[in-house]
């Protein structure tokens, strides 16, 4: 009985604070109005803009609370699984792509269509507000497949449902450190790889010992490389080979000891290459430190990032001459680039899965992304706001190949896989013995880190 007192109680409240009677009001515009608290789980998004975007909602739906709370990517997962025993979830959460697969039988997929109260003033003389119910269309999978760049499709949509929307996206490029690559007697930035390989062979340093004092660039081993896995994944498909088709892990499809021109067995060697002292492009080794610290201090040339990494690199080296150039392709009439973002999602356990939804729709209207990657200079998920980009230096190389960038793993464990490519590539540079060949030990190598990555599938 209290219970009830107390929700009639706050019903109540809420309606004299927003200017009507409960006289005016029907039972759904009273139930419409009830208080809603939204709590919202994000990762990488920029809270100052959601801040902004939570309180334009806010003025909207006055009776709508949205508490915006920033968790660690390597503890969302726990966090939730806590909160959903507990039976208190998240009502919105930010997920990769890679791991929406892991986490879709906690999500609701999106409704075609959701109810709010619109809440407004009808007169300026009487300050009269009322409420009405509104019924927002929710984008269609045909509207993502064509609003939306490819990725965003091949990721948001499982099973023809929609399990979210992105405020922005990512690809990769190429930073490099301007002032190193002139004093290094290289007076233009590469257009090709081979270029690419002649400009870290000029620009890596050595000392009496052998050491590395200045490395042209931070490739060829995993340990000390966050995005080894993808730079991997993009030189494998550069060089033609299918990382997956469907659920099936495809990149070793064909490879045998017979065959040393396989792709994915090129791109390993074209990756590790960079990590083996008796190379001509030998830059870099497992003992480094970390590949965007040691290009922060000055240490390396070149560094493989994306856009979110560019505010990180001037916070940390705000002198630097810092210059970004497009991912450079193997094949320039089939461009490639790997894709990175987040998508924003509602928790099936949400108790408010409407007003979340629709907070959602709101976040990511046109207007609203092109406000969001303005303010964090990151690439739009958009099609039409490509071209605008396009005119900005320190977005366009990131925009150049946005439409061909994928994320290929989709499975359920990006950890495991990302960890399986680490572990190939260490193994990879290690001597093979005197029982196989380099090439043998490559290829059971690249054969197993398949088999392994199919079980995460």
């Known amino acids: ?77 726990q966090l939730l699984l806590r909160a959903l025993a507990d039976d208190v979830p ?38 009269e507000q009322v409420v009405t119910i509104e019924e927002n269309k929710m984008p269609s999978v045909s509207a993502i497949k064509y609003s939306f760049v490819n990725a965003v499709y091949d990721d948001a949509v499982i099973d023809n449902k929609i399990y979210g929307l992105p405020l922005a996206f990512d690809t990769m490029a190429l930073y490099y450190n301007k002032e190193l690559l002139d004093k290094s007697g290289v007076a233009e930035a590469p257009k090709t790889w081979d270029e690419f390989m002649a400009a870290v062979k000029t620009s890596t340093r050595f000392n009496e010992k052998g050491d590395i004092v200045q490395s042209g660039v931070a490739l060829g081993t995993g340990n000390n490389i966050d ?51 008796t190379k001509e492009v030998y830059s870099w080794n ?13 240490k390396s040339v070149f560094y493989f990032g994306f856009a979110y990494d560019y505010p990180l690199i001037k916070a940390r080296a705000p002198q630097m001459d810092l210059e970004i150039m497009p991912i450079l392709q193997l094949n320039e009439a089939s461009p490639t680039n790997v894709a990175n973002y ?26 609203n992304i092109k406000k969001y990657t303005d303010a964090t200079k990151r690439p739009t998920p958009l099609r039409s706001q490509i071209k605008d980009q396009e005119a900005n230096e320190m977005l366009k190389p990131f925009v150049s190949t946005i439409l061909q960038a994928e994320s290929w793993y989709r499975g359920k464990n990006k950890e495991a896989a990302a960890k399986v490519f680490t572990e190939m590539l260490h193994n990879s540079l290690q001597p093979s013995g005197s029982t196989k060949s380099e ?17 995460t599938m």
């Open 439 to 455: 090439n043998q030990k490559d290829v059971q190598l690249l054969t197993n880190a398949a088999k392994l990555i199919q079980q």
């Open 227 to 277: 995005r080894a896995f993808d730079i991997l994944s993009l030189f494998m498909s550069q060089s033609g080979a299918k990382m997956a088709s469907g659920n099936r892990v495809s990149f070793a499809d064909g490879l045998t000891a017979g065959k040393p021109n396989h792709p994915a067995l090129v791109a390993l060697r074209f990756y590790t290459d960079f990590a083996r002292p």
């Open 342 to 367: 987040w998508l924003e999602t509602v928790v099936k356990k949400s108790k408010h899965q409407d007003e979340a939804w629709d907070f959602v729709r709101f976040m990511t209207t046109p207007d």
């Open 90 to 127: 998240p009502d919105i959460i930010s997920v990769s792509p890679r791991d929406l697969r892991r986490y879709v039988s906690w999500l609701a997929p999106m409704p075609a269509s959701v109810k709010v109260a619109n809440v407004y003033i009808k007169s300026q003389y009487t300050k």
């Open 1 to 77: 009985m209290l219970k009830k007192y107390l929700t009639l109680f706050s019903l109540l409240t809420l309606v004299t604070m927003l200017g009507f009677g409960c006289k005016g009001l029907s039972a759904e515009q009273a139930a419409a109005v009830k208080p809603v608290k939204l709590n919202y789980w994000t990762v990488y998004n920029d809270l100052d803009q959601l801040d902004v975007f939570k309180k334009e909602y806010e003025a909207q739906r006055p009776y709508v609370k949205i508490n915006i709370r920033k968790v660690r990517g390597e503890e969302l997962e």
């Open 286 to 298: 497992e003992t480094m430190k970390d590949a965007l610290e040691n290009f922060s201090s000055g």
